[in-house]
């Protein structure tokens, strides 16, 4: 169905402008350190304000799904986080207004992914929701990979100031695109007044059955490390490859990028095999929990290996591919909790996941920088840290792999899976 893929297409393209805006602050952050003469942690602090209304923002704003369609909802996120990032163009403006901004900017995009989730979720049946998910979240992976050259460019050449302004132009020029083309899938939930309601949309789970089951829970644990170990890529690893391997910005920011490209390869294969497996109906070996827990314990195994190894010819492959499993997670949680959940609360229960994963994004920068900071030197610091992250990204591997069932948590919950409408059955990209 030609609206369903335009949609995705648009909301690809709205979490490619979401994660070129967080990748802004970590690829211009020695130049904003120099700059400002602030130390690492201080700049850590500066990175964890974008979170610090982020999950009250991603709960408060997916709990209006259930009053407001998700259009103009998208619409005035892309507005807002665009508006956020425009005052850093002013040269009188300092540290002060770079966390201010930063926590505006927060407020905006923390419930983008879990509104752009359900917004997609309302266009394919269940079964098919594996690739167009996974794509959404290859934006975080495209959006890095377009912004750590092309941000790098424009630093070199008219200074980091001008990178938080490009990101912000291109959010507005978004913004009137999907003014033109957005609209609401035909298996959207009803909402609003006089608005006619099918079984389903009627349909309601305590949410407290839902958020204290085995597969919420776990998925949203594992979801967690995995964003600690995103966040911290991102946050970081310009600094790390420059103060630890010694690299240039260039090269830094051309490695940041392929490690993007690899965590979308990572989502993209994933999602087509899962739709193909869908489509045929062709059972998985494994539980679907178990298959996704085991490759993110194998992500946290490659980045205990990237920051013991002293060769880069044990990093590079690491970063570029192994690591990059623990993507996955954070497709399947959204899938798994959507699954779980009936399409009216379905953007409550993605807004909640996406609350509790977020706080990796809060807490890795503050920590990371203090370990590095306090560490007697940057590399021991920073061995530390990717070994916390290795820790983190092992344990909610494990629980997911043994814990995390979708299919038998909705079973239980009275959950019906979400049938497909006829016209978007067998769709392709």
Same mark, same amino acid.
């Given at each position: 169905?030609?609206?369903?893929?335009?949609?995705?297409?648009?909301?690809?393209?709205?979490?490619?402008?979401?994660?070129?805006?967080?990748?802004?602050?970590?690829?211009?952050?020695?130049?904003?350190?120099?700059?400002?003469?602030?130390?690492?942690?201080?700049?850590?602090?500066?990175?964890?304000?974008?979170?610090?209304?982020?999950?009250?923002?991603?709960?408060?704003?997916?709990?209006?799904?259930?009053?407001?369609?998700?259009?103009?909802?998208?619409?005035?996120?892309?507005?807002?986080?665009?508006?956020?990032?425009?005052?850093?163009?002013?040269?009188?403006?300092?540290?002060?207004?770079?966390?201010?901004?930063?926590?505006?900017?927060?407020?905006?995009?923390?419930?983008?992914?879990?509104?752009?989730?359900?917004?997609?979720?309302?266009?394919?049946?269940?079964?098919?929701?594996?690739?167009?998910?996974?794509?959404?979240?290859?934006?975080?992976?495209?959006?890095?990979?377009?912004?750590?050259?092309?941000?790098?460019?424009?630093?070199?050449?008219?200074?980091?100031?001008?990178?938080?302004?490009?990101?912000?132009?291109?959010?507005?020029?978004?913004?009137?695109?999907?003014?033109?083309?957005?609209?609401?899938?035909?298996?959207?939930?009803?909402?609003?007044?006089?608005?006619?309601?099918?079984?389903?949309?009627?349909?309601?789970?305590?949410?407290?059955?839902?958020?204290?089951?085995?597969?919420?829970?776990?998925?949203?644990?594992?979801?967690?490390?995995?964003?600690?170990?995103?966040?911290?890529?991102?946050?970081?690893?310009?600094?790390?490859?420059?103060?630890?391997?010694?690299?240039?910005?260039?090269?830094?920011?051309?490695?940041?990028?392929? $490690?993007? @490209?690899?965590? &979308?390869?990572? !989502?993209?294969?994933?999602?087509?095999?899962?739709? +193909?497996? *869908?489509? =045929?109906?062709?059972?998985?070996?494994?539980?679907?929990?178990?298959?996704?827990?085991?490759?993110?314990?194998?992500?946290?195994?490659?980045?205990?290996?990237?920051?013991?190894?002293?060769?880069?010819?044990?990093?590079?492959?690491?970063?570029?591919?192994?690591?990059?499993?623990?993507?996955?997670?954070?497709?399947?949680?959204?899938?798994?909790?959507?699954?779980?959940?009936?399409?009216?609360?379905?953007?409550?229960?993605?807004?909640?996941?996406?609350?509790?994963?977020?706080?990796?994004?809060?807490?890795?920068?503050?920590?990371?920088?203090?370990?590095?900071?306090?560490?007697?030197?940057?590399?021991?610091?920073?061995?530390?840290?990717?070994?916390?992250?290795? $820790?983190? @990204?092992?344990? &909610?591997?494990? !629980?997911?792999?043994?814990?995390?069932?979708?299919? +038998?948590? *909705?079973? =239980?919950?009275?959950?019906?899976?979400?049938?497909?409408?006829?016209?978007?059955?067998?769709?392709?990209?």
């Amino acid at each position: 169905m030609r609206g369903a893929w335009r949609t995705t297409w648009l909301l690809l393209a709205f979490m490619v402008v979401n994660f070129a805006d967080k990748a802004v602050l970590g690829l211009a952050g020695p130049e904003i350190r120099a700059d400002f003469g602030i130390t690492r942690q201080e700049f850590g602090t500066a990175q964890s304000a974008f979170f610090a209304l982020f999950s009250v923002a991603a709960l408060g704003v997916s709990a209006l799904t259930k009053r407001v369609r998700t259009t103009p909802l998208l619409l005035g996120l892309a507005l807002l986080w665009s508006a956020a990032q425009l005052p850093m163009l002013w040269g009188a403006a300092g540290f002060g207004t770079l966390v201010a901004t930063r926590v505006l900017l927060g407020a905006a995009e923390g419930p983008a992914a879990p509104v752009a989730m359900h917004h997609v979720h309302g266009w394919f049946p269940q079964r098919e929701r594996a690739l167009p998910t996974a794509l959404l979240l290859v934006g975080a992976a495209a959006g890095v990979a377009v912004a750590a050259p092309a941000l790098s460019w424009v630093i070199t050449h008219w200074g980091w100031r001008w990178s938080f302004g490009a990101v912000g132009l291109v959010g507005l020029v978004w913004a009137l695109v999907w003014r033109l083309w957005g609209a609401e899938g035909p298996l959207a939930p009803a909402v609003g007044k006089g608005m006619p309601q099918s079984q389903q949309d009627m349909l309601t789970v305590p949410l407290r059955r839902i958020l204290l089951s085995p597969t919420f829970l776990t998925a949203a644990y594992a979801s967690f490390a995995a964003y600690w170990s995103m966040s911290t890529l991102l946050t970081w690893a310009p600094d790390y490859l420059e103060s630890v391997v010694g690299w240039d910005l260039h090269q830094a920011s051309t490695m940041v990028g392929l $490690g993007a @490209l690899a965590n &979308g390869a990572v !989502l993209l294969v994933h999602g087509f095999v899962t739709r +193909r497996s *869908a489509l =045929r109906g062709t059972p998985p070996r494994l539980p679907v929990g178990m298959g996704a827990g085991l490759l993110v314990v194998l992500a946290g195994c490659a980045s205990a290996a990237y920051g013991l190894s002293d060769s880069l010819a044990v990093k590079v492959p690491m970063m570029l591919g192994p690591m990059a499993l623990a993507m996955v997670m954070l497709t399947f949680a959204s899938t798994a909790c959507a699954r779980i959940a009936p399409p009216s609360q379905r953007g409550v229960v993605l807004g909640v996941l996406t609350c509790v994963y977020a706080l990796g994004g809060i807490l890795s920068p503050l920590v990371l920088g203090g370990m590095v900071d306090s560490a007697a030197t940057v590399p021991a610091g920073y061995e530390h840290g990717w070994l916390l992250t290795s $820790g983190l @990204l092992v344990t &909610g591997g494990i !629980l997911a792999a043994v814990f995390c069932r979708p299919e +038998r948590t *909705a079973e =239980r919950l009275g959950v019906p899976e979400t049938p497909a409408a006829a016209p978007a059955q067998h769709v392709t990209p």
